[in-house]
């Protein structure tokens, strides 16, 4: 009897569900994602798998490059938008208003490594990544993702092509260098999945690249096809762990890069961007991974020298990926894979199954419920004071001390001239560093000079000679990697003027704002520091460091070969710089100021002259107080 019972009552709920349901299907619904997918037309299911770059600046709209976007939007649609660069205004409302032209909401992307400032001349710049593995703490990785991750989303993009999760192992490699964590693969996955989640927990996909592994190779991609080891055992046991580690953790996409094992793969000219067995066989079908695949760009040397476009195009889709990133010709792009679709060359199957992918990302983070970019939400989180306090604690975390023979820091106390040297790696440029400026307001007496990639020998034999060689010499070192340049150290001119330099100035002290692997070139620098990056936070940092203010202990995420260790670094304490009284340069007019205009707190200035006569301490007395070159005290009490 209580059989037949619960049987009733299991009838009758089928029933009530089946009622509900609409005609020719049953009560669940499919997702917003696949019904989407079943109202497209081939061409905008192919237009969902292409990601048109651009440089977010003012265009009017009869800029030939608007006209085409328009279109492009208007009738096959875009899955996606990637930023070079821009501002943040003009983006905010570009975005807006192709958002508004589009029948399908659109992914917004960018390379943010290291912080909007990379892209926009807004928001908050970071220390790259192997600055960050540097201070050894992981929740720095968390911490520097969630900035991006808000940073990013208030100005509209949705999609983050970081972290960088190479292992990079060879220090000849000119592209990827300090954008990884470092050289060990375990050390890369902890803090690849720590970034993943910061930008996750807080609205933004994540992307690890550059997959299989670009660490170890002396090319650079964006010029021509790198080769990678081909040992299988050390790509699965190195390059490859790293994104295994990822792909288990839940990453949302996968970089494909323009580089080949041609020992080991078949076909072994192709790139793993057209290679089936990289993308599906390694990555979809051995690793397991199901999310989106992405091309790195396909204008890149290491896909343009070699390929046609439309070789490039349809290979990539065969051998496996979703979404490819093109410069423009968005829509010569759908009528290629278009025609190879109905002539076969391309199966439609494959076409379904990037399109939903791409929409399925979209559903996850929402943009089907709201596209659009609140200017107030933009204004609240952009640069926030938080966010640039953390950078600032990462920078001056990461700092590494590689040497220090002699003891030469802290210069907590200076006999003779100080002089700051800037080096940059590339021509016309003769900019004051933020890191002398920072020196200079120490009040110590500072001769500066800067050299760049075009000055001529005679130039540099007269800063030379105008160095002495009882002088106390800091040089500031930019070289980093950088897109097309082929190269990671100092060019030839500036390596042999800093060699003899080295020869005359006893003190010297190298601070390399980028590659790390600079002192392999100088192996007889006294001191040695590495700050990972030329931006204006490291540099701040560097400064204070030098000058004793703060201490430094961050440790090598890398070897330096016949130099340090993985580990290695040299922990310093706090030390002041004292400057002599003798040797200070009135220079700076003080300035008369109200209080509060340098936060001072007059009552307890008040009380210390009131409570030192109470207490006979003397008779009467005239306090002046000053701060940053500004008068804000000046009372007398007593007789």
């Known amino acids: 009897?209580?059989?037949?019972?619960?049987?009733?009552?299991?009838?009758?709920?089928?029933?009530?569900?089946?009622?509900?349901?609409?005609?020719?299907?049953?009560?669940?619904?499919?997702?917003?994602?696949?019904?989407?997918?079943?109202?497209?037309?081939?061409?905008?299911?192919?237009?969902?798998?292409?990601?048109?770059?651009?440089?977010?600046?003012?265009?009017?709209?009869?800029?030939?490059?608007?006209?085409?976007?328009?279109?492009?939007?208007?009738?096959?649609?875009?899955?996606?938008?990637?930023?070079?660069?821009?501002?943040?205004?003009?983006?905010?409302?570009?975005?807006?208003?192709?958002?508004?032209?589009?029948?399908?909401?659109?992914?917004?992307?960018?390379?943010?490594?290291?912080?909007?400032?990379?892209?926009?001349?807004?928001g908050t710049d970071l220390p790259p990544l192997m600055a960050i593995a540097a201070t050894g703490d992981l929740s720095l990785a968390y911490e520097a993702a969630r900035i991006k991750a808000i940073e990013g989303r208030a100005v509209g993009i949705h999609w983050n092509f970081s972290p960088v999760t190479d292992v990079n192992n060879n220090p000849a490699n000119p592209i990827i260098n300090v954008r990884s964590f470092g050289e060990d693969p375990d050390l890369v996955g902890k803090y690849a999945v720590e970034y993943i989640r910061g930008l996750q927990d807080h609205g933004m996909l994540a992307t690890v690249k550059h997959f299989p592994g670009h660490g170890d190779t002396e090319t650079d991609s964006h010029t021509s096809l790198a080769r990678i080891p081909s040992d299988s055992t050390r790509l699965w046991d190195v390059e490859i762990k790293p994104f295994k580690i990822a792909i288990d953790a839940g990453v949302d996409a996968v970089m494909v890069a323009h580089v080949h094992a041609p020992d080991l793969q078949p076909n072994a000219d192709l790139p793993a961007t057209l290679s089936k067995f990289w993308t599906t066989n390694v990555l979809k079908n051995r690793l397991g991974f199901k999310g989106v695949v992405v091309t790195d760009a396909m204008g890149m040397g290491g896909i343009a020298r070699n390929y046609s476009k439309d070789f490039g195009l349809i290979y990539a889709i065969n051998a496996g990926c979703d979404f490819i990133i093109q410069a423009h010709r968005v829509t010569d792009a759908i009528d290629v894979v278009e025609r190879a679709v109905k002539e076969g060359v391309i199966a439609e199957k494959r076409i379904n199954e990037s399109a939903l992918k791409m929409l399925k990302m979209k559903e996850k983070i929402g943009l089907h419920e709201n596209r659009f970019i609140s200017m107030e939400h933009t204004y609240t989180f952009l640069g926030k004071n938080e966010f640039k306090k953390s950078a600032a604690d990462i920078a001056s975390r990461a700092l590494t001390l590689v040497k220090n023979n002699g003891g030469v820091l802290p210069l907590n106390k200076?006999?003779?001239?100080?002089?700051?040297?800037?080096?940059?790696?590339?021509?016309?440029?003769?900019?004051?560093?933020?890191?002398?400026?920072?020196?200079?307001?120490?009040?110590?007496?500072?001769?500066?000079?800067?050299?760049?990639?075009?000055?001529?020998?005679?130039?540099?034999?007269?800063?030379?000679?105008?160095?002495?060689?009882?002088?106390?010499?800091?040089?500031?070192?930019?070289?980093?990697?950088?897109?097309?340049?082929?190269?990671?150290?100092?060019?030839?001119?500036?390596?042999?003027?800093?060699?003899?330099?080295?020869?005359?100035?006893?003190?010297?002290?190298?601070?390399?704002?980028?590659?790390?692997?600079?002192?392999?070139?100088?192996?007889?620098?006294?001191?040695?520091?590495?700050?990972?990056?030329?931006?204006?936070?490291?540099?701040?940092?560097?400064?204070?460091?030098?000058?004793?203010?703060?201490?430094?202990?961050?440790?090598?995420?890398?070897?330096?070969?016949?130099?340090?260790?993985?580990?290695?670094?040299?922990?310093?304490?706090?030390?002041?710089?004292?400057?002599?009284?003798?040797?200070?340069?009135?220079?700076?007019?003080?300035?008369?100021?109200?209080?509060?205009?340098?936060?001072?707190?007059?009552?307890?200035?008040?009380?210390?002259l009131e409570d030192a006569v109470a207490d006979s301490a003397f008779p009467g007395g005239v306090l002046l107080a000053e701060k940053s070159g500004k008068i804000f005290f000046h009372e007398g009490v007593g007789f």
């Open 1 to 122: 009897m209580k059989k037949t019972f619960y049987l009733f009552i299991y009838i009758t709920i089928l029933l009530m569900l089946s009622g509900c349901a609409g005609p020719g299907q049953f009560a669940f619904q499919k997702s917003w994602a696949e019904r989407t997918l079943q109202k497209l037309t081939l061409r905008e299911k192919i237009g969902q798998m292409m990601l048109y770059g651009m440089h977010m600046k003012f265009m009017n709209i009869e800029n030939p490059d608007w006209q085409e976007l328009k279109t492009t939007i208007e009738t096959d649609g875009v899955g996606g938008i990637h930023i070079w660069s821009g501002d943040a205004g003009t983006s905010l409302t570009m975005l807006n208003e192709l958002q508004r032209m589009s029948k399908i909401p659109i992914l917004v992307d960018a390379d943010i490594e290291h912080g909007m400032n990379q892209r926009y001349e807004a």
């Open 414 to 608: 200076i006999d003779g001239e100080l002089i700051v040297l800037d080096i940059y790696d590339h021509p016309n440029d003769h900019r004051e560093s933020t890191m002398t400026k920072s020196l200079k307001s120490s009040e110590q007496p500072i001769r500066s000079f800067q050299i760049d990639e075009s000055d001529s020998s005679d130039f540099l034999n007269s800063v030379l000679n105008q160095i002495p060689a009882n002088g106390t010499v800091i040089v500031n070192a930019f070289a980093s990697p950088q897109a097309h340049k082929d190269r990671i150290g100092l060019p030839a001119a500036e390596n042999r003027f800093l060699k003899d330099m080295i020869k005359k100035v006893e003190r010297l002290i190298l601070v390399s704002f980028g590659n790390p692997y600079l002192i392999q070139d100088f192996p007889d620098l006294p001191v040695y520091v590495c700050a990972y990056k030329g931006n204006k936070v490291m540099q701040t940092a560097a400064a204070e460091a030098i000058l004793g203010n703060v201490p430094i202990n961050g440790k090598l995420p890398i070897t330096i070969p016949d130099i340090a260790d993985f580990g290695d670094g040299i922990d310093l304490q706090r030390s002041p710089l004292r400057v002599e009284v003798s040797n200070y340069k009135p220079g700076k007019m003080l300035q008369w100021s109200m209080p509060y205009e340098v936060e001072a707190q007059l009552l307890e200035l008040r009380k210390i």
